[in-house]
């Protein structure tokens, strides 16, 4: 009889982040991502394709870590035409670069503006956090959690990272907004944030609502003319891009080993 797996989730309790950046170097390490490629001008926010987290200053003060959110219903998935963006059963959405034509659709339907593209490369691909999926295989804990000093992060089951949340809220509750961020909105994501400050900033129009993105995303790219009369003309003419980047991506590809996912203590 098969197991249906745990679905994972990582908690941002926003309240205790001191900004030191930690995360973002032992991210960029944990995944060799060398140094950034874009500066803070041309990336205010500070992602990249070789930056996957980032620190920015809330408005309202405060300290906020952005990264993917590993969404259960995530729209980058949905718009995919080749299904090179796919969500694991785990619940970690990953990116598989020997399907993507580059059409960079997922980027545009992200609510969050997460993907990013190697710009500068000759065969590009599109870059995110991909929680660590290789060590979580291995049965570690995601590179950001391990070194945060503050125990800003915490890693495990989704519904026991909701349960801890719920704890946090009622046991400081002055401290806190009364909401989870990541629970139901957009259909609901592995990754969710409590917070003393409205964390609203992260999304490109404010925080989403709590109707899945799919269902939203298609409705709004059919409106771009440039991509509605772009789609077949991509699938035919940059077919030739898949093949450099199999060859391109062919020692990237190293398969993963299946062991079970623990929680952080
Ligand atoms: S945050 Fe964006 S990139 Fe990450 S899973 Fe959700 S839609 Fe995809
Ligand atoms: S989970 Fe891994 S890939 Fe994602 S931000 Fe943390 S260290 Fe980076
Ligand atoms: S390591 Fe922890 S305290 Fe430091 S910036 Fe990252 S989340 Fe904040």
């Not at 992602?47 to 870590?65: D, M």
């Not at 771009?224 to 980047?245: C, D, E, F, S, Y």
Request: with cysteine; proline share 8%; charged share 25%.
């Amino acid at each position: 009889m098969s197991r249906t797996p745990k679905q994972v989730g990582l908690l941002v309790d926003v309240t205790r982040c001191t900004g030191c950046n930690r995360c973002v170097e032992a991210c960029a390490e944990a995944n060799r991502l060398g140094q950034p490629d874009v500066t803070l001008q041309q990336s205010p926010d500070g992602l990249s394709a070789r930056r996957w987290a980032s620190i920015v200053e809330s408005p309202a003060g405060g300290f906020v870590r952005k990264f993917c959110r590993h969404c259960l219903e995530p729209a980058c998935v949905s718009v995919c035409p080749v299904g090179a963006m796919y969500r694991t059963p785990e619940g970690v959405v990953l990116y598989d670069s020997r399907k993507c034509m580059g059409c960079r659709y997922c980027m545009m339907a992200c609510p969050f503006g997460i993907p990013r593209y190697e710009w500068e490369s000759s065969a590009p691909l599109v870059r995110k956090c991909t929680l660590c999926y290789d060590r979580l295989k291995d049965g570690g804990l995601p590179a950001c959690v391990e070194a945060c000093p503050e125990g800003v992060l915490a890693f495990g089951e989704r519904s026991e990272l909701l349960a801890l949340a719920r704890r946090r809220l009622q046991e400081a509750a002055p401290l806190y907004l009364p909401k989870i961020y990541g629970e139901h909105e957009i259909g609901g994501a592995a990754v969710m944030y409590i917070s003393h400050v409205p964390l609203d900033f992260l999304g490109y129009h404010g925080e989403p609502g709590e109707e899945p993105m799919p269902e939203l995303t298609w409705d709004w790219l059919a409106k771009v003319p440039a991509v509605a009369l772009g789609v077949a003309g991509l699938m035919t003419g940059l077919l030739w891009i898949i093949g450099r980047r199999i060859q391109a991506e062919a020692s990237r590809q190293a398969r993963l080993p299946a062991r079970p996912i623990e929680e952080q203590k």
